[in-house]
């Protein structure tokens, strides 16, 4: 090993002899649609061939990714959120090679690293009600955390969560997921109960059983693009703290400025959740970090006593590239305005859209908030197109919709993708820092997309391709 005045070893030495990570991926690059299919999930390389989607991108940077052959694409899905601030940010980029290069004594476990204190003091300024955070490795690890918390806190075993939610895949997440096709063969699960968004009724029934530790809910649903009703989260959290259960509210994806405030709870006056799951975005798009927020008491619960010091941890956990790159993001979104951008780009966006439902009778809604964008479809009423549009719903719902994200991909390079399996709904979940130009690309992509779909032509022979393909793996 080298090392500096006989000791010390020396920092920026470069990659150690043997291993060139530059020339193995320009060896053996071209193989990676093999190598998934080989070694990985072997549907994946399937289903990205089947669409057309099964592309190579050489580099990426902001909103924008390049092909081999230097074609510029515009990314409309941020990884479903992750690349909050793009690809590759500067500063963000800087951060890291700064806390690599500081070779800093990481994870000793035995110690109180200054990073975790400072990422956690920073990111409880944006919800001063809340007091304490424990740091994970994702959005999944934070509901769980959130869940288990949730329970030592009150004593109690159900959580309830909203029809149709998204909180993760680990088995406590699934507990509380909303959708059956993702839960099928993987039970028993925790107790749990669904509700339909915004249905306080169906809440206060529930409460009524004494067994109910919390409510988790997605302030806008990522499946669908709903969001919870103007008043309910507040009036679910008196119930809840009426009936001594908690507020959860899932900021895995609407946290860190995706709805055109930092939280998207916050959308609402007086909401102060017990507990706040954030991820995705909090990572820079580099190291993966997740975050459960917290108020004192939920905390003193579930840490009780030197005895209990770790009851709950994260191996990599509060680690000091995660704890580095969320800093800086949370310094560029301060130094950018990144919440005002959002506000500003996100409502140019939905407005412009919205104004096409008139002209599309394809084209049923356009919601969200800020730069998280449903678009609906559905029947339309003329002969003609109802038709088409009820051959694509028997072969499998949700088919018109991958229909018009094949095109905007291959004629347009742009990416986005459907909300959820069997849903008309296309998600716009694009980094926060597109701008008005980026806008508007979109939008005259997906106006030349609908004429088309609206006239009829080539759309509709790649929507037969799609049938035949549905009912070969039904």
């Known amino acids: 090993m080298t090392t500096v005045d006989g000791g010390t070893p020396a920092t920026g030495a470069g990659p150690a002899p043997g291993f060139d990570l530059r020339r193995l991926l320009a060896e053996r690059g071209g193989e990676r649609y093999a190598l998934h299919a080989r070694h990985l999930n072997p ?7 089947t669409l057309g989607f099964d592309k190579v991108y050489e580099r990426a940077e902001g909103a924008h990714f390049w092909d081999a052959e230097g074609n510029d694409h515009l990314d409309m899905l941020a990884g479903f959120g992750v690349m909050g601030l793009g690809r590759h940010h500067p500063v963000i980029r800087q951060a890291l090679h700064d806390v690599l290069d500081l070779s800093l004594p990481d994870l000793t476990r035995f110690d109180c690293p200054p990073l975790p204190g400072l990422l956690a003091e920073r990111l409880l300024a ?5 007091h304490r955070a424990f740091f994970c490795s994702s959005g999944t690890e934070a509901v769980e955390t959130a869940l288990k918390f949730a329970r030592r806190a009150t004593g109690r075993p159900r959580v309830l969560h909203c029809a149709h939610s998204f909180h993760g895949l680990t088995t406590g997440a699934l507990s509380v997921n909303g959708e059956r096709s993702f839960r099928e063969g993987f039970g028993p699960l925790l107790p749990d109960t669904a509700v339909p968004l915004g249905d306080l009724d169906a809440l206060r029934r529930e409460l009524r059983a004494g067994d109910v530790a919390a409510l988790i809910v997605e302030p806008v649903q990522g499946k669908g693009v709903h969001a919870a009703p103007p008043g309910y989260l507040r009036a679910a959290q008196e119930l809840l703290h009426r009936h001594k259960a908690l507020l959860i509210a899932d900021e895995v994806q609407t946290g860190l400025g995706r709805t ?12 102060e959740p017990d507990l706040v799951c954030l991820a995705k975005a909090l990572s820079g798009g580099y190291v993966p970090v997740g975050a459960t927020l917290g108020t004192d008491e939920v905390f003193a619960k579930v840490y009780s006593s030197m005895d209990r010091v770790l009851v709950h941890s994260a191996s990599f956990g509060a680690n000091a590239q995660a704890m580095a790159a969320g800093l800086a993001v949370l310094d560029v979104m301060e130094r950018e305005d990144t919440v005002a951008h959002v506000r500003r780009v996100g409502e140019r966006l939905r407005s412009r859209l919205a104004a096409l439902v008139p002209r599309y009778e394809l084209l049923h809604e356009v919601r969200g908030r800020g730069l998280m964008i449903g678009i609906e479809f559905g029947r339309p009423e003329s002969l003609r197109l109802r038709s088409r549009w009820a051959m694509l719903q028997a072969a499998r719902k949700g088919l018109f919709a991958q229909m018009v994200v094949a095109p905007l991909l291959h004629r347009h390079r742009i990416l986005t993708q459907v909300s959820g399996d069997h849903l008309e709904v296309i998600k716009l979940i694009p980094p926060l820092v597109v701008d008005e130009a980026d806008v ?4 005259e992509a997906f106006t030349q997309v609908m004429d088309e779909a609206q006239d009829g032509g080539l759309l509709w022979e790649f929507g037969r391709t799609l049938v035949r393909q549905a009912v070969v793996h039904r």
Do not use: I
């Open 43 to 49: 549907q994946l390389p399937r289903m990205l061939r």
């Open 126 to 130: 944006y919800t001063p009600h809340l």
């Open 440 to 443: 508007d690309r979109f939008v």
């Open 260 to 271: 055109g405030d930092f939280h998207a709870h916050q959308h609402e006056d007086g909401v």
